[in-house]
């Protein structure tokens, strides 16, 4: 990696420490996740998209979304709307939750989401934009951010437009998706796109689709220019993406993640995870993070139909543990992580405290 590419990033009164951010994944970054990969070096974490009308008239569950973990700090909360009082009512909400900036969704393709006027179909409406965010300024002192697509489709390519508008109002960055509404997550990104919007715009330009490994990250800084990178689906089942990227300077000879520390990454979540939801939800929303986790090491599809039968923690992690020492000695490379790190081990999960917290072990609650 080059030195130039990781660095600090200045906005407002806030200093990140690097310009690696973690992508809003709806119903996957929680505030679990985002700790887990904050302490793999990630500069700034993002929640999941949070309805703004869901936060004002709905219940808990929405409201919880906003939960920010002490040790996730900074992160980004980003929410979804199409009303301007609305979205600068939760805003405000947000930064008294905690947050360190907003970021307003204007990239969701999703039809439910769009249908209610909301994510990408904003950016067929720049007026729209404009008095949103001119708004939400008025309501919170944090950097206000957008994230876009390149537009609604091919013949709707305004990006240019709605990011110069968000310079206009006073953002503090931009994320692109280069993808349009249309392509929704099909076919490559177009990062060419990022690199024509940074020379479109002074403020900050962050690149993210498609990052997946160490190579792309650099290939994303060195081919867009781009001031930071977004990562999301390419930190599923490897939080470690970000110590290894910031690792990362070949042809230095680094070790390879082992299973033990996945293994422990994994019995670490799955505790967090039924402490914040308790038994048996906790158990079951960790299933889709099992597969992610196991992707690339032996016997993986035996492991995710298995893990699959259980919906107590005790025996979930039983199992865990039988599988891993089941593969223990196995010498093999975990797909997609391009094993590249000087991984720190992490916390010690194993007995830990994480699990099994003493009483003078200050262990915040999810
Ligand atoms: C399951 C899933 C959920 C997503 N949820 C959100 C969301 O809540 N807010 C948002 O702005 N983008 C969301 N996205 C888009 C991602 O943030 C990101 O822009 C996209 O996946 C491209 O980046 P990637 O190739 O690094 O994954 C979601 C994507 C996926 C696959």
């Not at 809003?24 to 990969?37: E, H, K, M, Q, S």
Request: hydrophobic share 40%.
């Amino acid at each position: 990696m080059n030195a130039a590419d990781i660095h600090p990033l200045h906005l407002e009164h806030l200093k990140l420490e690097n310009n690696l951010m973690l992508a809003p994944l709806a119903g996957i970054t929680d505030l679990l996740f985002r700790v887990i990969v904050k302490r793999y070096g990630c500069g700034l974490v993002f929640s999941e998209m949070i309805n703004s009308n869901g936060v004002l008239h709905g219940g808990l569950k929405v409201l919880r979304k906003m939960d920010i973990h002490p040790e996730e700090h900074p992160v980004g909360i980003q929410i979804a709307g199409d009303d301007p009082k609305t979205l600068s009512q939760v805003a405000s909400m947000a930064q008294d939750a905690g947050a360190a900036l907003i970021n307003i969704n204007m990239g969701c393709p999703a039809k439910k989401v769009t249908k209610s006027k909301a994510g990408c179909i904003l950016m067929r409406d720049p007026k729209l934009v404009e008095t949103i965010l001119l708004t939400i300024q008025k309501s919170i002192s944090i950097p206000l951010t957008i994230k876009i697509r390149l537009g609604w489709d091919e013949q709707e390519l305004n990006y240019p437009e709605i990011a110069k508008i968000a310079e206009a109002c006073g953002c503090a960055f931009v994320i692109l998706h280069a993808r349009t509404r249309t392509q929704a997550f099909k076919g490559q990104a177009r990062w060419e796109e990022i690199r024509k919007l940074k020379e479109t715009i002074k403020i900050p330009v962050i690149g993210n689709g498609d990052i997946t490994t160490c190579e792309s990250a650099v290939r994303m800084f060195q081919e867009t220019g781009c001031d930071g990178i977004m990562i999301g689906r390419g930190a599923l089942g490897q939080p470690w993406l970000f110590q290894e990227i910031k690792a990362y300077a070949p042809p230095k000879q680094t070790r390879r993640i082992r299973w033990p520390e996945i293994k422990n990454i994994i019995l670490e979540h799955l505790a967090l995870s039924v402490e914040r939801y308790g038994e048996p939800l906790g158990v079951k929303l960790m299933r889709k993070h099992f597969a992610w986790y196991s992707h690339g090491l032996p016997k993986s599809s035996a492991f995710r139909y298995q893990v699959h039968q259980f919906e107590r923690e005790i025996d979930t992690r039983q199992f865990i543990e039988s599988f891993f020492d089941s593969i223990s000695g196995k010498d093999f490379d975990v797909a997609g992580a391009q094993t590249i790190c000087d991984l720190p081990l992490g916390r010690q999960v194993q007995g830990s405290a994480i699990i099994a917290p003493s009483a003078n072990q200050n262990i915040p609650t999810f």
